[in-house]
T-cell receptor, first 111, second 120 residues
Framework: SQQGEEDPQALSIQEGENATMNCSYK?????LQWYRQNSGRGLVHLIL?????REKHSGRLRVTLDTSKKSSSLLITASRAADTASYFC???????????FGAGTRLFVKA | DTEVTQTPKHLVMGMTNKKSLKCEQH?????MYWYKQKAKKPPELMFV???????INESVPSRFSPECPNSSLLNLHLHALQPEDSALYLC???????????????????FGPGTRLTVL
């Protein structure tokens, strides 16, 4: 089974609202990453949070990590139509070579 | 140059054809990856090359044959594919998983735009 599981599977919000996506994982990690994928395109790295960090910010993105609960959340503030995409959490595995992606959250931001 | 390029963008092939997907990066990355992604699913790792050597093969059928001719290029040779192999094939590269101290770490992966493959 996948290392990372995400919820919700799909999220539809109005422009200007905040969007929160959650990710859970099963084994110990040394970091967790979030990626965005526009429809049918390649993935773009958004942010990496290390296991000794609890929160990290990058522009309108805020990521939290709770290693005791094996979970992470991605918050996008003041969403825009251009934020419409699928968002995946990803964790390294097997000495760092292998990346396991969560099932992903499909975000739709209505203008 | 922080771009990973993939060719072709679209490929339609019959089950008896032989074709190749190509991937190129000029960021000096020493780890390169092939992923397969079906619609509305996350990418699934197929192969990892590290320093031009195959490091991981995720039990991929032999009709997929990877090749890393040099540190900038990664190919995926396709032969006798099945319709269920139709998917988006993504190439990625990274600095490599190991830090300067040799401790296992992880660097962000840079993805190409993918090749949309349809097998008839």
């Amino acid at each position: 089974s996948q290392q990372g599981e995400e919820d919700p599977q799909a999220l539809s919000i109005q422009e200007g609202e905040n969007a929160t996506m959650n990710c859970s994982y099963k084994t110990s990690i040394n970091n967790l990453q979030w990626y965005r994928q526009n429809s049918g395109r390649g993935l773009v790295h958004l942010i990496l949070i290390r296991s000794n960090e609890r929160e990290k910010h990058s522009g309108r993105l805020r990521v939290t990590l709770d290693t005791s609960k094996k979970s992470s959340s991605l918050l996008i503030t003041a969403s825009r139509a251009a934020d419409t995409a699928s968002y995946f959490c990803a964790t390294p595995y097997t000495g760092g070579f292998k990346t396991i992606f969560g099932a992903g959250t499909r975000l739709f931001v209505k203008a | 140059d922080t771009e990973v390029t993939q060719t072709p963008k679209h490929l339609v092939m019959g089950m008896t054809n032989k074709k190749s997907l190509k991937c190129e990066q000029h960021m000096g990355h020493r780890a390169m990856y092939w992923y397969k992604q079906k619609a509305k699913k996350p990418p699934e790792l197929m192969f990892v090359y590290s320093y031009e050597k195959l490091s991981i093969n995720e039990s991929v059928p032999s009709r997929f044959s990877p090749e890393c001719p040099n540190s900038s290029l990664l190919n995926l040779h396709l032969h006798a594919l099945q319709p269920e192999d139709s998917a988006l094939y993504l190439c990625a590269s990274s600095q490599g998983p190991f830090g300067l101290a040799g401790v296992s770490s992880y660097h962000e992966q840079f993805f190409g735009p993918g090749t949309r493959l349809t097998v008839l």
